[in-house]
């Protein structure tokens, strides 16, 4: 299992970014992909969830509204669009993932990828 994240940028606060994560290794459709995320000095929050065929997805609170999780099964890649940030979602992005079929929000995943800073700072 390969997971590689990309998109991540300094921003500034009200902004917009994308994030991707691109899977290899595993029959990408099947099994649910999670985002999760590190802030300077803090612990992992899980931050959203996404099932196989992109129909059902979850939030934590700290980002409902803001942000969009998605997949493109064809491209065996999931993105997290993130709109209105806040200084407070400055952290190290991880994509993540259990190969299950129900959505984890607790950030123990048995495989992630290397991460991707977003800084929302003027």
């Known amino acids: 299992v390969q997971l590689v994240e990309s998109g991540g940028a300094l921003v500034q606060p009200g902004g917009s970014l994308r994030l991707s994560c691109a899977a290899s290794g595993f029959f990408f459709r099947d099994y649910y992909m999670s985002w999760v995320r590190q802030a300077p000095g803090k612990g992992l929050e899980w931050v959203s969830c996404?099932?196989?065929?992109?129909?059902?997805?979850k939030y934590a609170d700290s980002v409902k509204g803001r942000f969009t999780i998605s997949r493109d099964n064809a491209e065996n890649t999931v993105y997290l669009q993130m709109n209105s940030l806040k200084s407070e979602d400055t952290a190290l992005y991880y994509c993540?993932?259990?190969?299950?079929?129900?959505?984890?929000?607790?950030?123990?995943?048995?495989?992630w990828g290397q991460g991707t800073q977003v800084t929302v700072s003027s």
């Open positions: 996404v099932a196989g065929d992109g129909r059902n997805t």
């Open positions: 993540a993932t259990d190969l299950s079929w129900g959505c984890r929000n607790k950030p123990d995943f048995r495989y």
